[in-house]
Every structure is written in C-alpha cells, then in structure tokens.
Nanobody, 121 residues
Framework: QVQLVESGGGLVQPGGSLRLSCAAS????????MKWYRQAPGKERELVAR????????DYVDSVKGRFTISRDNSKNTVYLQMNSLKPEDTAVYYC??????????????WGQGTQVTVSS
C-alpha cells in the first residue's frame, strides 16, 4: 500500500524558515523522481520542486528559486523541502508525490494528506 506522509508545516512569520519532510512507503523509492507540490485556497495545485532518483538534478518553479531546496535521503525513503525567506504567498498545503522527472508534472501515486504552511505576521 502506497503511503506518502508529509510533515513539518506550521505557522511562520515572513522571512522565516521551515523544513518539510515526506516519508514514502509501499513502492521502490529509488526508482522515482520525487516532487513537491502546493495548493493555495482557490488555486490549482502547482509543482514547486522536483529531484531526480539519485538526487543529482533539481528543478524549481521560478517563484521559489534561491529560497527553497529539495533533497532526498534514499536510505530513509524520505524527501525534504527546506524553505527559507518565506513569504505570505507561500501559504498553501504542501504535498509530495513520485513520478518521472520528465514530464515535469506527471505524478504516479495517490496524494497524501499534505502539510499546511501558513506564512503570516
């Protein structure tokens, strides 16, 4: 049974940092690229960051470049999203998923519950 369990969200002030984690189980983690998505209220889910199977290549949406870093630990079946210099527009529910690195927006697993990130003073 595939499971993606996101954690690490919370309430943070603008300019603050959070580190999200996604623990994966039920599939062979090392055979998939991993991706972080977010969905803000009233908006479509958008791809934020992705990382190749071995972690050697990463890619980000323009709005988070230079602020967010995706990484993975294949020994722990976990992918991370380090978020720095957070802005109110980063407020969303964040989800992870697995899929091929290309096409960039393809996902193959059922979605987890996500983790809420709220950036507000």
């Amino acid at each position: 049974q595939v499971q993606l369990v996101e954690s690490g969200g919370g309430l943070v002030q603008p300019g603050g940092s959070l580190r999200l984690s996604c623990a994966a189980s039920g599939f062979t983690f090392t055979t998939y690229a991993m991706k972080w998505y977010r969905q803000a209220p009233g908006k479509e889910r958008e791809l934020v960051a992705r990382i190749t199977k071995a972690g050697g290549i990463t890619d980000y949406v323009d709005s988070v470049k230079g602020r967010f870093t995706i990484s993975r630990d294949n020994s722990k079946n976990t992918v991370y999203l380090q978020m720095n210099s957070l802005k109110p527009e980063d407020t969303a529910v964040y989800y992870c998923n697995a899929g091929p690195f290309y096409p960039h927006n393809q996902t193959l697993m059922d979605w987890g519950q996500g983790t809420q990130v709220t950036v507000s003073s």
